[in-house]
Protein backbone atom coordinates (compact mmCIF):
# COMPACT_ATOMS: atom_id res chain seq x y z
CA UNK A 1 0.00 0.00 0.00
CA UNK A 2 1.29 3.50 -1.28
CA UNK A 3 1.74 5.68 2.04
CA UNK A 4 3.82 8.28 4.65
CA UNK A 5 4.35 6.72 7.46
CA UNK A 6 5.22 8.90 10.98
CA UNK A 7 6.56 7.91 14.26
CA UNK A 8 6.13 8.18 16.41
CA UNK A 9 2.10 9.14 16.53
CA UNK A 10 2.32 11.26 20.36
CA UNK A 11 5.15 11.89 21.80
CA UNK A 12 4.89 14.27 25.38
CA UNK A 13 9.13 15.59 26.33
CA UNK A 14 10.90 18.21 28.17
CA UNK A 15 12.56 20.92 26.90
CA UNK A 16 16.11 20.80 25.97
CA UNK A 17 15.38 16.79 25.30
CA UNK A 18 16.80 16.11 21.67
CA UNK A 19 14.40 14.57 19.66
CA UNK A 20 13.33 12.84 16.15
CA UNK A 21 10.31 12.43 13.86
CA UNK A 22 10.78 9.85 11.56
CA UNK A 23 9.11 10.41 8.06
CA UNK A 24 9.42 7.50 5.14
CA UNK A 25 7.00 6.96 2.23
CA UNK A 26 7.05 3.44 -0.09
CA UNK A 27 6.44 5.54 -3.72
CA UNK A 28 9.64 6.70 -4.80
CA UNK A 29 8.75 10.02 -4.60
CA UNK A 30 11.42 13.00 -5.05
CA UNK A 31 9.60 15.67 -3.25
CA UNK A 32 9.17 15.84 1.03
CA UNK A 33 8.09 18.25 3.12
CA UNK A 34 7.28 18.91 7.02
CA UNK A 35 4.41 20.71 8.19
CA UNK A 36 3.14 21.84 11.46
CA UNK A 37 -0.06 22.41 12.25
CA UNK A 38 -1.84 25.08 15.06
CA UNK A 39 -4.77 26.21 15.98
CA UNK A 40 -5.63 29.43 14.25
CA UNK A 41 -2.79 29.08 11.74
CA UNK A 42 -3.37 26.45 9.32
CA UNK A 43 -0.50 24.36 8.60
CA UNK A 44 2.90 26.40 7.43
CA UNK A 45 5.95 24.53 5.97
CA UNK A 46 8.94 24.17 7.98
CA UNK A 47 11.15 22.14 5.72
CA UNK A 48 11.09 20.40 2.58
CA UNK A 49 13.37 18.30 0.07
CA UNK A 50 13.68 18.02 -3.36
CA UNK A 51 15.52 14.83 -3.82
CA UNK A 52 18.79 13.06 -1.88
CA UNK A 53 20.85 15.69 0.01
CA UNK A 54 18.73 18.59 -0.94
CA UNK A 55 16.61 20.59 1.59
CA UNK A 56 15.96 24.31 2.32
CA UNK A 57 14.07 25.77 4.65
CA UNK A 58 10.11 26.55 4.05
CA UNK A 59 7.94 29.18 6.38
CA UNK A 60 8.88 28.45 10.07
CA UNK A 61 12.40 26.70 10.19
CA UNK A 62 13.99 28.38 13.09
CA UNK A 63 14.38 25.33 15.79
CA UNK A 64 14.35 21.90 13.13
CA UNK A 65 16.57 20.46 11.19
CA UNK A 66 16.43 18.09 8.30
CA UNK A 67 18.30 15.49 6.68
CA UNK A 68 17.53 13.19 3.86
CA UNK A 69 20.35 10.88 3.50
CA UNK A 70 18.13 8.10 1.56
CA UNK A 71 14.99 9.31 -0.96
CA UNK A 72 12.21 7.55 0.76
CA UNK A 73 13.32 8.99 4.37
CA UNK A 74 13.20 12.71 5.79
CA UNK A 75 13.71 12.78 9.35
CA UNK A 76 12.62 15.75 11.20
CA UNK A 77 15.08 16.84 13.85
CA UNK A 78 14.60 19.19 17.36
CA UNK A 79 17.76 19.55 19.04
CA UNK A 80 16.69 21.91 22.27
CA UNK A 81 12.91 21.83 21.79
CA UNK A 82 10.87 24.37 23.72
CA UNK A 83 7.63 24.71 24.59
CA UNK A 84 6.32 27.04 21.70
CA UNK A 85 7.08 23.93 19.10
CA UNK A 86 4.40 22.26 20.92
CA UNK A 87 2.16 21.20 17.47
CA UNK A 88 0.56 18.88 15.11
CA UNK A 89 3.24 17.79 12.57
CA UNK A 90 2.49 16.45 9.28
CA UNK A 91 5.09 14.93 6.64
CA UNK A 92 3.92 14.48 2.88
CA UNK A 93 5.95 13.39 -0.11
CA UNK A 94 4.91 13.76 -3.91
CA UNK A 95 5.99 12.61 -7.09
CA UNK A 96 8.03 15.08 -9.04
CA UNK A 97 7.49 14.97 -13.05
CA UNK A 98 8.05 18.23 -15.31
CA UNK A 99 4.58 18.71 -17.50
CA UNK A 100 2.95 16.82 -14.52
CA UNK A 101 2.28 18.74 -11.53
CA UNK A 102 -1.26 18.17 -11.34
CA UNK A 103 -0.53 15.15 -8.92
CA UNK A 104 -1.73 15.73 -4.95
CA UNK A 105 0.64 15.55 -1.79
CA UNK A 106 0.64 12.92 0.29
CA UNK A 107 0.53 12.98 3.95
CA UNK A 108 0.98 11.29 7.16
CA UNK A 109 -1.06 10.50 9.80
CA UNK A 110 0.87 13.37 12.10
CA UNK A 111 2.27 13.35 15.08
CA UNK A 112 1.17 15.11 17.93
CA UNK A 113 4.09 16.81 19.94
CA UNK A 114 3.62 18.58 22.96
CA UNK A 115 7.26 19.80 25.00
CA UNK A 116 6.34 20.46 28.86
CA UNK B 1 4.15 35.22 -1.77
CA UNK B 2 1.04 33.72 -1.89
CA UNK B 3 -1.63 33.52 0.68
CA UNK B 4 -5.14 31.89 1.45
CA UNK B 5 -7.88 33.67 3.96
CA UNK B 6 -10.75 31.34 5.23
CA UNK B 7 -12.75 34.12 6.62
CA UNK B 8 -15.05 31.60 8.37
CA UNK B 9 -13.74 29.80 11.44
CA UNK B 10 -16.90 27.40 11.64
CA UNK B 11 -19.88 26.75 10.02
CA UNK B 12 -22.62 24.62 10.63
CA UNK B 13 -25.09 23.04 8.47
CA UNK B 14 -28.29 20.59 8.74
CA UNK B 15 -28.13 17.07 7.94
CA UNK B 16 -28.72 16.78 4.36
CA UNK B 17 -28.64 20.46 3.57
CA UNK B 18 -26.63 22.69 1.43
CA UNK B 19 -23.11 24.73 2.64
CA UNK B 20 -20.85 26.64 1.21
CA UNK B 21 -17.11 27.34 2.12
CA UNK B 22 -15.47 30.28 1.60
CA UNK B 23 -11.70 31.00 0.62
CA UNK B 24 -9.96 34.21 -1.20
CA UNK B 25 -5.98 34.05 -2.12
CA UNK B 26 -3.93 36.51 -3.06
CA UNK B 27 -1.39 35.56 -5.79
CA UNK B 28 0.55 37.17 -9.38
CA UNK B 29 0.83 33.59 -10.72
CA UNK B 30 -1.44 32.99 -13.62
CA UNK B 31 -1.22 29.52 -13.48
CA UNK B 32 -1.63 27.70 -9.89
CA UNK B 33 -3.64 24.56 -8.09
CA UNK B 34 -6.32 25.03 -5.47
CA UNK B 35 -7.01 22.55 -3.12
CA UNK B 36 -9.77 21.38 -0.57
CA UNK B 37 -8.59 19.17 2.06
CA UNK B 38 -11.00 17.89 5.04
CA UNK B 39 -8.90 16.93 8.53
CA UNK B 40 -11.75 14.88 10.49
CA UNK B 41 -11.46 14.31 14.05
CA UNK B 42 -8.57 11.78 12.82
CA UNK B 43 -6.19 14.19 12.05
CA UNK B 44 -5.45 12.99 8.54
CA UNK B 45 -5.47 15.21 5.57
CA UNK B 46 -7.98 14.24 3.08
CA UNK B 47 -7.70 15.73 -0.29
CA UNK B 48 -11.30 16.67 -1.30
CA UNK B 49 -11.36 17.99 -4.69
CA UNK B 50 -8.35 20.17 -6.21
CA UNK B 51 -9.13 23.31 -9.30
CA UNK B 52 -6.39 23.81 -11.86
CA UNK B 53 -6.34 27.89 -12.46
CA UNK B 54 -6.34 27.43 -15.90
CA UNK B 55 -9.28 25.61 -16.41
CA UNK B 56 -12.19 27.95 -16.45
CA UNK B 57 -14.89 25.17 -15.67
CA UNK B 58 -14.98 24.42 -11.67
CA UNK B 59 -14.33 20.62 -10.37
CA UNK B 60 -17.16 18.56 -8.80
CA UNK B 61 -16.73 15.89 -7.06
CA UNK B 62 -19.64 13.74 -6.31
CA UNK B 63 -21.43 15.85 -3.46
CA UNK B 64 -18.58 18.24 -3.22
CA UNK B 65 -17.89 20.99 -6.11
CA UNK B 66 -16.19 24.05 -5.90
CA UNK B 67 -16.70 27.78 -7.65
CA UNK B 68 -13.80 29.23 -8.80
CA UNK B 69 -13.67 32.65 -9.37
CA UNK B 70 -10.33 33.59 -10.90
CA UNK B 71 -10.50 36.94 -11.16
CA UNK B 72 -11.89 37.76 -7.79
CA UNK B 73 -9.46 35.25 -6.51
CA UNK B 74 -12.22 33.20 -4.81
CA UNK B 75 -12.37 29.24 -4.39
CA UNK B 76 -15.18 28.61 -2.41
CA UNK B 77 -16.41 24.66 -1.46
CA UNK B 78 -19.94 23.51 -1.73
CA UNK B 79 -21.39 20.20 -0.09
CA UNK B 80 -24.87 18.74 -0.88
CA UNK B 81 -26.66 16.87 1.00
CA UNK B 82 -24.28 17.18 3.72
CA UNK B 83 -23.75 14.04 5.60
CA UNK B 84 -22.54 13.21 9.13
CA UNK B 85 -19.61 12.23 7.77
CA UNK B 86 -18.82 15.42 6.75
CA UNK B 87 -18.43 16.93 9.97
CA UNK B 88 -14.32 17.81 9.94
CA UNK B 89 -12.07 20.85 9.56
CA UNK B 90 -11.90 22.13 5.94
CA UNK B 91 -8.46 24.02 4.43
CA UNK B 92 -8.04 25.40 1.37
CA UNK B 93 -4.82 25.02 -0.17
CA UNK B 94 -2.82 26.87 -2.94
CA UNK B 95 0.03 25.59 -4.89
CA UNK B 96 2.48 27.13 -7.94
CA UNK B 97 2.41 25.32 -10.82
CA UNK B 98 6.15 26.24 -11.09
CA UNK B 99 8.34 22.48 -11.48
CA UNK B 100 9.88 22.48 -8.72
CA UNK B 101 7.72 24.99 -6.66
CA UNK B 102 5.80 22.43 -4.25
CA UNK B 103 4.62 24.32 -1.32
CA UNK B 104 1.06 24.10 -0.22
CA UNK B 105 -0.07 27.35 1.27
CA UNK B 106 -2.98 26.76 3.57
CA UNK B 107 -5.59 28.82 5.26
CA UNK B 108 -6.14 28.86 8.72
CA UNK B 109 -9.33 26.51 8.16
CA UNK B 110 -12.83 25.78 9.18
CA UNK B 111 -14.83 23.99 11.69
CA UNK B 112 -17.74 22.19 9.40
CA UNK B 113 -20.23 20.72 12.11
CA UNK B 114 -23.46 18.77 10.44
CA UNK B 115 -26.61 18.80 12.72
CA UNK B 116 -28.59 15.66 12.58
Known amino acids: EAQVTQNPRYLITVTGKKLTVTCSQN?????MSWYRQDPGLGLRQIYY???????DKGDVPEGYKVSRKEKRNFPLILESPSPNQTSLYFC???????????????FGPGTRLTVL | AQTVTQSQPEMSVQEAETVTLSCTYD???????LFWYKQPPSRQMILVIR??????QNATENRFSVNFQKAAKSFSLKISDSQLGDAAMYFC?????????????FGTGTRLTIIP
Open chain 1, 92 to 106: ASRLMLRGWSYNEQF
Open chain 1, 49 to 55: SMNVEVT
Open chain 2, 93 to 105: AYRSADFGNEKLT
Open chain 2, 27 to 33: TSESDYY
Open chain 2, 51 to 56: QEAYKQ
Open chain 1, 27 to 31: MNHEY
